[in-house]
């Protein structure tokens, strides 16, 4: 069973970093493509980036390029998303997910794909001076 558990939520101020961790377990999390997606209150899912198979691809939202970093670490079962410049504004559920099947391509994924993943509990991430 896919399990997820991000960490490293907390309140920024406009302007400031923050880095995610997502811890996965349950499965070879060196066989999974994963990916981080948010969702603002009121709003729906949105995908923000993703890292294949082996950490060679990774892809991002247009919304978040540049700003944001995904990265792992298979050997410690963990992906990460650096947050940097964040803005006052996009306060969100930050979540880790996956899909729930080993050697999926990595992908830009639409609201109802995203919602279709597995996902952890979420780590909340508030933008605020």
């Known amino acids: 069973e896919v399990q997820l558990l991000e960490s490293g939520g907390g309140l920024v101020q406009p302007g400031g970093s923050l880095r995610l961790s997502c811890l996965g377990s349950g499965f070879t999390f060196s066989s999974y493509t994963m990916n981080w997606v948010r969702q603002a209150p009121g709003k729906g899912l949105e995908w923000l980036a993703g890292i294949s198979v082996g950490g060679s691809t990774v892809m991002y939202a247009d919304s978040v390029k540049g700003p944001f970093t995904i990265s792992s670490d298979n050997a410690k079962n963990t992906q990460y998303l650096q947050l940097d410049a964040l803005q006052t504004g996009v306060t969100a559920m930050y979540y880790c997910?996956?899909?729930?099947?080993?050697?999926?391509?990595?992908?830009?994924?639409?609201?109802?794909?995203?919602?279709?993943?597995?996902r952890g509990q979420g780590t909340q991430v508030p933008v605020s001076s």
């Open positions: 997910a996956t899909e729930a099947a080993p050697y999926q391509a990595e992908k830009m994924y639409n609201e109802y794909e995203t919602r279709r993943l597995e």
